[in-house]
């Protein structure tokens, strides 16, 4: 007895879901593309460039090759954590995608340019994704920025340069200038980054628990690239191969194939979008493409993924048929906005701001005036008194300038004000006060102190009663920049010289606010030092001038104190990372152990013998009896060395602290 076709394909699928078998290589075969892959100093020496022109006119896809010692997956706790992510951690979202069946969680921050990176939320991440979280993704941002700035980018702008014919530049904006490098887009932009994780539930029919379908619907990404780590399978010892695009030239669908990690490098794809086929003026020649991509998961399957959205300025023109628009104005057409519900769908080729069909927005953030060195993270200001007010002004915990170039007293005589909105918020509701409010901070009510990339500033006709920092104004030549924003008491990063963030000297009313106060602090931080050693040639001296007995013990309990509490001080300034107090705390040390100790070392009547105490706390603890045994070892007379014990003498020749 034979079963008809569709009964036995049912059977074979009920008995293979039964067992959890991905149905996906007898049912859905598809076509591989192993990704094309290049090292750093292939695009940096330009060894592979014919390989490189002819990815970036095809597929728009490819990995590079970063060097690292990463012995492991760098993105496992984002595996770890992944019902764990949401709002509890601040910048944190959960949302149910377009198919019904997979949640996706994400920590979203942002990077101005290429180097200066808005931090992640440290303490949240470690709490819910574990301690070594908050440093692994760091460092998967770096990776992929320094395949991105180092790499990428100087690769394509020189072929750009090689191939050009025209003087005009490669994009333009709105006041009239322009961008003759891919470098100048880049750096003048606010990028998206976001660190995803997705799990897809398994299907209620027996029948789809085992077919792989779409997660994400086929589009392609409304920024000129993105950067990303390819997804990593949470499930266990099982590659995440969930990845697929169209290839050029046909409508195949294929899936990709992204190299493995060899010797502990880091694997960074990058991906054209449509902003670099369609906003940029490359020449004729260089016709960049965009992937068109989807994400497909079977039921079941869990993933971590992280990667960059490299944008272009809000004020950049990326059309001018049938009417002319800047990327600000094109986001607001576009069907990628935060109205959209789960059950929305992409159509087919899509162009969204960002990656995939779902319902979080993704604004562009005005820029801000920070000024920082390569990768640090950028620190957030404490409100609206940190900023200079002038041509930045507060908004999602930081500076952010204008959001155009028209003078702001123009603004105000034609009755507007300055708002901290989402602009999205506003466009669905029309309602000034729910915009403010959705970027404003839920205990204090005040506007601009949440972290969330679709709040903005924006110039809005004034109503009474809703927060506005317009008050605040200072014109531009009567406001100075600002030597530092916000307070901290310790840099989280690593040894700063001068950051961005005014660093609190012990107390929370000193604060090092401008560089003379630093240059101050320097000088009394050297002081302070040369006093702790004071304390210990005192201490020292004035011990081995009393005898014997409770007068002995009380001064030397006091001095102790004193010494302590000067030592401990000392190493609180050196943990706050600042570089400038770290050097002082040191020159100060020094110079008075000098000072105090070089009669009795170098002097004419000196015993020439070196004082071994120090101000570190954890050997102070051993400067009692010992010590003094120690610097009283040569004035002691002949009687006294004939009745040491053993235990004595063993102390006078462990002196050394």
Same mark, same amino acid.
């Given at each position: 007895?034979?079963?008809?076709?569709?009964?036995?394909? %049912?059977?074979?699928?009920?008995?293979?879901?039964?067992?959890?078998?991905?149905?996906?290589?007898?049912?859905?075969?598809?076509?591989?593309?192993?990704?094309?892959?290049?090292?750093?100093?292939?695009?940096?020496?330009?060894?592979?460039?014919?390989?490189?022109?002819?990815?970036?006119?095809?597929?728009? !896809?490819?990995?590079?090759?970063?060097?690292?010692?990463?012995?492991?997956?760098?993105?496992?706790?984002?595996?770890?954590?992944?019902?764990?992510?949401?709002?509890? @951690?601040?910048?944190?979202?959960?949302?149910?995608?377009?198919?019904?069946?997979?949640?996706?969680?994400?920590?979203?921050?942002?990077?101005?340019?290429?180097?200066?990176?808005?931090?992640?939320?440290?303490?949240?991440?470690?709490?819910?994704?574990?301690?070594?979280?908050?440093?692994?993704?760091?460092?998967?941002?770096?990776?992929?920025?320094?395949?991105?700035?180092?790499?990428?980018?100087?690769?394509?702008?020189?072929?750009?340069?090689?191939?050009?014919?025209?003087?005009?530049?490669?994009?333009?904006?709105?006041?009239?200038?322009? $961008?003759?490098?891919?470098?100048?887009? #880049?750096?003048?932009?606010?990028?998206?980054?976001?660190?995803?994780?997705?799990?897809?539930?398994?299907?209620?029919?027996?029948?789809?628990?085992?077919?792989?379908?779409?997660?994400?619907?086929?589009?392609?990404?409304?920024?000129?690239?993105?950067?990303?780590?390819?997804?990593?399978?949470?499930?266990?010892?099982?590659?995440?191969?969930?990845?697929?695009?169209?290839?050029?030239?046909?409508?195949?669908?294929?899936?990709?194939?992204?190299?493995?990690?060899?010797?502990?490098?880091?694997?960074?794809?990058?991906?054209?979008?449509?902003?670099?086929?369609?906003?940029?003026?490359?020449?004729?020649?260089?016709?960049?493409?965009?992937?068109?991509?989807?994400?497909?998961?079977?039921?079941?399957?869990?993933?971590?993924?992280?990667?960059?959205?490299?944008?272009?300025?809000?004020?950049?023109?990326?059309?001018?048929?049938?009417?002319?628009?800047?990327?600000?104005?094109?986001?607001?057409?576009?069907?990628?906005?935060?109205?959209?519900?789960?059950?929305?769908?992409?159509?087919?080729?899509?162009?969204?701001?960002?990656?995939?069909?779902?319902?979080?927005?993704?604004?562009?953030?005005?820029?801000?005036?920070?000024?920082?060195?390569?990768?640090?993270?950028?620190?957030?200001?404490?409100?609206?008194?940190?900023?200079?007010?002038?041509?930045?002004?507060?908004?999602?915990?930081?500076?952010?300038?204008?959001?155009?170039?028209?003078?702001?007293?123009?603004?105000?005589?034609?009755?507007?004000?300055?708002?901290?909105?989402?602009?999205?918020?506003?466009?669905?509701?029309?309602?000034?006060?729910?915009?403010?409010?959705?970027?404003?901070?839920?205990?204090?009510?005040? %506007?601009?102190? #949440?972290?969330?990339?679709?709040?903005?500033?924006?110039?809005?006709?004034?109503?009474?009663?809703?927060?506005? &920092?317009?008050?605040?104004?200072?014109? $531009?030549?009567?406001?100075?920049?600002?030597?530092? $924003?916000?307070?901290?008491?310790?840099?989280?990063?690593?040894?700063?010289?001068?950051?961005?963030?005014?660093?609190? &000297?012990?107390?929370?009313?000193?604060?090092?606010?401008?560089?003379?106060?630093?240059?101050?602090?320097?000088?009394?931080? @050297?002081?302070?030092?040369?006093?702790?050693?004071?304390?210990?040639?005192?201490?020292?001296?004035?011990?081995?001038?009393?005898?014997?007995?409770?007068?002995?013990?009380?001064?030397?309990?006091? !001095? $102790?104190?004193?010494?302590?509490? =000067?030592?401990?001080?000392?190493?609180? #300034?050196?943990?706050?990372?600042?570089?400038?107090?770290?050097?002082?705390?040191? #020159?100060?040390?020094?110079?008075?152990?000098?000072?105090?100790?070089?009669?009795?070392?170098?002097?004419?009547?000196?015993?020439?013998?070196?004082?071994?105490?120090?101000?570190?706390?954890?050997?102070?603890?051993?400067?009692?009896?010992?010590?003094?045994?120690?610097?009283? %070892?040569?004035?002691?007379?002949?009687?006294?060395?004939?009745?040491?014990?053993? =235990?004595?003498?063993?102390?006078?020749?462990?002196?050394?602290?």
């Amino acid at each position: 007895m034979q079963f008809p076709y569709s009964t036995g394909l %049912a059977v074979t699928t009920f008995l293979l879901g039964l067992q959890g078998v991905n149905c996906e290589s007898d049912f859905d075969e598809v076509e591989h593309y192993e990704v094309p892959t290049f090292t750093i100093s292939d695009l940096q020496n330009g060894s592979r460039d014919s390989d490189f022109f002819d990815t970036l006119t095809t597929t728009g !896809l490819f990995a590079i090759r970063v060097p690292a010692n990463e012995p492991t997956n760098i993105l496992s706790e984002l595996c770890d954590c992944i019902d764990s992510i949401g709002p509890e @951690i601040h910048g944190g979202d959960t949302v149910l995608l377009a198919d019904g069946l997979t949640t996706r969680s994400t920590i979203a921050t942002a990077t101005k340019g290429t180097d200066e990176p808005l931090p992640l939320p440290k303490n949240d991440i470690n709490k819910m994704c574990g301690m070594k979280a908050y440093s692994n993704f760091e460092r998967a941002r770096d990776y992929v920025s320094h395949a991105t700035s180092d790499a990428f980018i100087p690769a394509l702008d020189r072929m750009i340069e090689e191939l050009s014919t025209s003087t005009n530049p490669i994009l333009k904006n709105r006041n009239g200038k322009g $961008y003759s490098s891919i470098s100048s887009i #880049v750096a003048d932009a606010v990028n998206l980054e976001h660190f995803h994780s997705y799990s897809k539930q398994l299907s209620g029919n027996i029948e789809e628990r085992a077919v792989v379908d779409e997660t994400l619907s086929w589009h392609t990404d409304g920024g000129l690239f993105l950067a990303f780590l390819p997804g990593q399978s949470c499930n266990d010892d099982k590659k995440d191969e969930s990845f697929r695009l169209k290839l050029h030239g046909s409508n195949t669908e294929a899936k990709a194939i992204f190299p493995e990690p060899l010797n502990g490098d880091v694997v960074v794809a990058i991906m054209l979008g449509a902003g670099a086929e369609q906003w940029l003026d490359t020449p004729e020649s260089l016709r960049l493409r965009a992937t068109r991509h989807a994400v497909k998961m079977g039921g079941g399957e869990e993933r971590a993924w992280y990667g960059m959205m490299h944008l272009v300025a809000s004020d950049a023109i990326v059309q001018v048929s049938p009417s002319e628009l800047t990327f600000s104005e094109f986001k607001k057409t576009s069907s990628h906005t935060r109205g959209r519900r789960f059950s929305d769908t992409a159509q087919p080729d899509e162009i969204v701001v960002g990656c995939g069909n779902h319902n979080v927005s993704e604004s562009p953030l005005a820029t801000n005036d920070f000024s920082v060195t390569a990768r640090r993270r950028l620190q957030h200001v404490g409100g609206p008194e940190d900023c200079n007010n002038s041509n930045n002004f507060f908004c999602w915990i930081s500076c952010l300038e204008l959001p155009d170039d028209k003078p702001f007293n123009g603004h105000v005589s034609s009755g507007e004000s300055l708002y901290c909105l989402n602009p999205s918020v506003l466009a669905s509701t029309n309602d000034l006060q729910k915009a403010v409010s959705a970027c404003a901070d839920e205990v204090t009510g005040e %506007a601009g102190s #949440v972290m969330d990339t679709a709040c903005g500033n924006h110039w809005h006709e004034t109503e009474p009663g809703i927060q506005s &920092y317009t008050s605040l104004y200072t014109e $531009y030549e009567n406001a100075s920049l600002k030597y530092c $924003y916000g307070r901290t008491g310790m840099y989280m990063q690593g040894f700063e010289w001068e950051a961005t963030t005014c660093m609190i &000297y012990l107390f929370d009313s000193l604060v090092i606010s401008t560089r003379a106060a630093l240059i101050g602090a320097c000088i009394f931080t @050297i002081a302070f030092g040369m006093l702790v050693e004071f304390v210990i040639f005192q201490r020292r001296s004035i011990l081995t001038k009393l005898g014997k007995g409770k007068k002995k013990m009380v001064w030397s309990a006091l !001095l $102790y104190g004193i010494q302590l509490t =000067s030592s401990y001080l000392v190493m609180l #300034v050196v943990m706050t990372y600042s570089g400038p107090l770290f050097i002082s705390v040191i #020159v100060g040390l020094v110079t008075g152990h000098v000072v105090f100790n070089w009669s009795e070392v170098a002097g004419k009547n000196g015993s020439g013998n070196v004082s071994l105490e120090g101000s570190t706390p954890c050997c102070t603890n051993a400067l009692d009896d010992d010590a003094f045994r120690c610097e009283t %070892a040569e004035t002691r007379t002949e009687t006294d060395r004939t009745s040491e014990t053993k =235990s004595d003498v063993d102390t006078l020749q462990n002196c050394p602290c």
